[in-house]
């Protein structure tokens, strides 16, 4: 069975082909096509909704067309989409265009959680190795939330951030700094000849709950960068290095709690921030992780895909609408 995977939630434009032996449960991965608008957002220092809609309408139907390669739309058998979270500008494009292809081709359609995509991408790799129960840790620009799954259907919430996500406090303490759009992957690199020297705050580190907190590591952040004179090369190595390692401790931290709590046979990791090859060495040092190849770990539509075919939830084409506000159910 082939599923056409598009993904259109914020800046990134991508469209895929998945085909999974329904016999052997084997997952290949066809084409992955991505076209990302980030240049344009780097240089205002953020995503502006309305351009990343522009860029979404520009680039959707040539990235479907670069997808499908040498195959025609009659050897595909179903359609999945992201409808949410993300930009309603940007969702919108992605769930009209699906809509048509269903409608047109009488295909199935499959409206796709974004934040499932990011946990999903790990079965690319790894579908056969990874077992139930599991803790998912989605780490991405907008979210960061620990989830339980103890089957494909039965999945439960059981923390997240209460204020900002992993990714988007890289990007603001970069900003800080004076670092382009976004700033993880800038950080991470920065860090790697930087020193932890400054003793960041590791909020809710202890908290008996699964939630997060890192806006308090933005305010310590910025107190530490009004109080110097000039911000040379030296000190914003070791900023970058100090708050990568206080994320780093606080996302491994909650995460082995709740692996304990539930007794989970298998810790996934997803989303941007887990293409951070720090985050990565130092989960696996202290326990077994599933962890997408990097490059699957950021926005993509291969991972809307493989989420469809776990999903199982086929809607007529009617009834798909955009949610910008969606979550963990
Ligand atoms: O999952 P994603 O591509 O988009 C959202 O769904 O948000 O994640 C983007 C986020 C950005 O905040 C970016 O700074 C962060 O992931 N990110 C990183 C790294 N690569 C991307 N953060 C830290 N280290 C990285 N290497
Ligand atoms: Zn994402």
Redesign the pocket.
């Known amino acids: 069975m082939k599923i056409l995977g598009i993904e259109t939630?914020?800046d990134?434009t991508s469209a895929a082909i998945v085909e999974i032996n329904e016999k052997s449960n084997q997952i290949q991965l066809i084409s992955n096509i991505i076209s990302s608008s980030l240049p344009l957002h780097s240089k205002t220092g953020g995503i502006i909704p309305e351009v990343a809609a522009r860029e979404q309408i520009r680039y959707i139907l040539p990235v479907i067309n670069k997808a499908m390669n040498n195959y025609s739309f009659s050897d595909i058998d179903k359609i999945a989409v992201t409808i949410g979270p993300?930009l309603i500008g940007s969702l919108l494009v992605g769930v009209e265009t699906a809509k048509t292809f269903s409608f047109v081709l009488n295909k199935p359609l499959i409206p796709v959680n974004?934040l499932f995509g990011?946990i999903y991408a790990n079965w690319i790799d790894f579908g056969e190795k990874i077992e139930f129960p599991i803790i998912a840790l989605v780490?991405?620009?907008?979210?960061t939330d620990l989830i339980l799954m103890r089957n494909h259907k039965n999945i439960k919430w059981l923390g997240g951030t209460r204020d900002d996500?992993?990714?988007?406090a890289?990007?603001k303490i970069?900003r800080l700094l004076g670092l382009p759009?976004?700033?993880?992957?800038k950080?991470?690199e920065l860090a790697k000849s930087g020193k932890s020297t400054y003793n960041f705050p590791r909020p809710l580190i202890n908290s008996d709950d699964f939630d997060f907190s890192f806006s308090g590591l933005k305010t310590a952040a910025l107190r530490e960068i009004n109080s110097v004179k000039q911000l040379d090369e030296e000190i914003v190595k070791n900023i970058c290095a100090s708050v990568?390692e206080a994320i780093i401790d606080v996302l491994i931290e909650k995460t082995l709690k709740a692996l304990k709590k539930y007794k989970a046979k298998s810790v996934l990791l997803g989303?941007?921030?887990a293409?951070?090859?720090k985050?990565r060495d130092e989960f696996t040092s202290k326990t077994n992780i599933f962890v997408p190849q990097?490059s699957l770990?950021?926005?993509n539509a291969a991972m809307i895909a493989v989420a469809a075919i776990f999903s199982s939830n086929e809607i007529p084409w009617q009834k798909a609408e955009a949610n910008p506000e969606l979550y963990f159910d």
């Open positions: 939630s914020c990134e993300g974004h990011h780490v991405s620009g907008g979210h996500a992993a990714g988007e890289f990007d970069g759009y976004p700033a993880g992957p950080m991470e990568q989303g941007g921030v293409a951070n090859q985050l990097k770990c950021t926005d």
